[in-house]
């Protein structure tokens, strides 16, 4: 517009100039008008934007308050406390009874357990836990004492002869563990 004003001034129209100048005014005003109008309804749409916001989360609140009243109304407090008291008291009868019951299956134990010496349960134990983890007792134990003698019972087992290669089933055994012991010597 500023380019047809100019050429109309050139031209030496200057009635025609001043129209298009004061068209140029009011299209500057209507776009400035557009821009302010455009602002404000950005500022209506955000504002919408905020009270639908506002009404959805009031609307959740709404919902959320009715399920916690629900739930209060239906949660009665002496039934509960009722329910943890005979929780508590049928946990403490059950409590009585495995100790009842351990008791009795401890004495039961017992008697089988006075049957056997205390070595011979040792010796059980011990040999359970070496086959467990594949330990031979035999091979791993041979140089171990298996008691100990005060200096009187080795004087009056080192007076005693003792035949080599007997024919009894103690002297087989430590024959085969003397043959044992002098392969792994070699």
Do not use: C, W
């Given at each position: 517009?500023?380019?047809?004003?100019?050429?109309?001034?050139?031209?030496?129209?200057?009635?025609?100039?001043?129209?298009?100048?004061?068209?140029?005014?009011?299209?500057?005003?209507?776009?400035?008008?557009?821009?302010?109008?455009?602002?404000?309804?950005?500022?209506?749409?955000?504002?919408?934007?905020?009270?639908?916001?506002?009404?959805?989360?009031?609307?959740?609140?709404?919902?959320?308050?009715?399920?916690?009243?629900?739930?209060?109304?239906?949660?009665?407090?002496?039934?509960?406390?009722?329910?943890?008291?005979e929780f508590s008291k049928?946990?403490?009868?059950?409590?009585?009874?495995?100790?009842?019951?351990?008791?009795?299956?401890?004495?039961?134990?017992?008697?089988?357990?006075?049957?056997?010496?205390?070595?011979?349960?040792?010796?059980?134990?011990?040999?359970?836990?070496?086959?467990?983890?594949?330990?031979?007792?035999?091979?791993?134990l041979k140089d171990t004492?298996?008691?100990?003698?005060?200096?009187?019972?080795?004087?009056?087992?080192?007076?005693?002869?003792?035949?080599?290669?007997?024919?009894?089933?103690?002297?087989?055994?430590?024959?085969?563990?003397?043959?044992?012991?002098?392969?792994?010597?070699?």
């Amino acid at each position: 517009m500023i380019g047809e004003i100019k050429k109309s001034a050139k031209l030496g129209q200057l009635a025609s100039a001043k129209i298009q100048a004061k068209d140029l005014i009011r299209t500057k005003s209507y776009i400035n008008k557009f821009n302010s109008m455009k602002a404000q309804l950005q500022a209506i749409s955000l504002r919408i934007q905020s009270v639908r916001s506002n009404q959805q989360m009031a609307t959740s609140m709404r919902d959320a308050t009715r399920v916690l009243s629900g739930m209060n109304k239906s949660m009665n407090l002496p039934q509960l406390s009722r329910i943890a008291q005979e929780f508590s008291k049928e946990n403490d009868l059950m409590d009585q009874k495995q100790e009842f019951m351990d008791d009795a299956i401890d004495d039961a134990m017992a008697m089988d357990e006075d049957e056997l010496g205390e070595d011979e349960q040792i010796d059980e134990i011990l040999s359970k836990v070496l086959d467990e983890i594949g330990v031979d007792m035999n091979t791993n134990l041979k140089d171990t004492p298996s008691g100990i003698h005060t200096n009187e019972e080795k004087v009056a087992n080192s007076r005693v002869a003792q035949a080599v290669g007997g024919s009894g089933p103690a002297n087989s055994e430590e024959d085969d563990l003397q043959a044992r012991l002098d392969s792994l010597k070699k």
